[in-house]
């Protein structure tokens, strides 16, 4: 269990904060906005109203002790990065900040942000790839080339095992796991025999999952 703090309780913030206390985490939550801050008090019970941009409050929550510091104020960008300033001042061990580009999140970046993301271009951009191509289920980038994607089995494979089809030679991709309509089962054993139903989780070049997913 790790010790969170998320300030800012727009959208992205609510999710995040949610999300974090679902995994299991001990969660903080502040916002200026009071209304917001009362919403959610029933969900939170370390909840506060303040504005970060003040040395002070961030000081009172004793950010030092915690483990992650969230910074979702994306829609306030001067607000953000005076935020990340006082964190690191403050003693923040580990903050990451939201940006909406790249001059962002260079600027918060060079003010001491540990991690800055970017949650409405990555969304934009998995979706983009997922549709661009029919036989993909889902993807996650890893590297500027290297990426992981859910697709469904080739029918020449059906039937057939994993060591048998020889996969990593013949398209330059490795197998991480198999899908079963809701159920995963990860690191399949080289005598797997794929069936129709199968979906892949394939790691590799985009543009050797796409020569796979076109045949």
């Keep these: 269990m790790k010790s969170v703090l998320v300030i800012g309780m727009g959208r992205f ?3 995040l904060a949610l999300k974090m206390q679902e995994l299991g985490n001990d969660v903080m939550i502040i916002d200026r906005n009071e209304k917001i801050i009362n ?93 661009n191509e029919d036989n993909i289920f889902d993807y996650l980038q890893l590297t500027a080339e290297y990426s992981i994607y859910e697709v469904p089995v080739l029918s020449s494979w059906v039937g057939q095992s994993l060591a048998g089809l020889d996969i990593r030679r013949k398209y330059n991709i490795n197998i991480i796991a198999i899908k079963q309509g809701s159920v995963l089962q990860p690191t399949p054993t080289p005598d797997y025999i794929f069936a129709e139903t199968d979906h892949v989780v394939v790691i590799g070049k985009s543009t050797d999952v796409f020569k796979l997913t076109s045949k």
Excluded: W
């Design 13 to 15: 913030g609510q999710h």
């Design 39 to 131: 919403e959610l008090a029933p969900r939170f019970t370390d909840s506060h109203i303040g504005d970060c941009t003040s040395e002070s409050v961030l000081r009172a929550l004793d950010v030092a002790s915690l483990d992650l510091c969230f910074v979702a104020m994306g829609e306030d960008f001067q607000s953000s990065l005076v935020v990340t300033s006082l964190l690191k001042r403050a003693g923040a061990k580990c903050v990451i900040a939201k940006a909406n580009h790249e001059i962002q999140a260079d600027l918060l970046k060079q003010i001491g942000a540990d991690e800055v993301v970017y949650p409405e271009r990555e969304i934009a951009e998995k979706l983009a790839v997922r549709y």
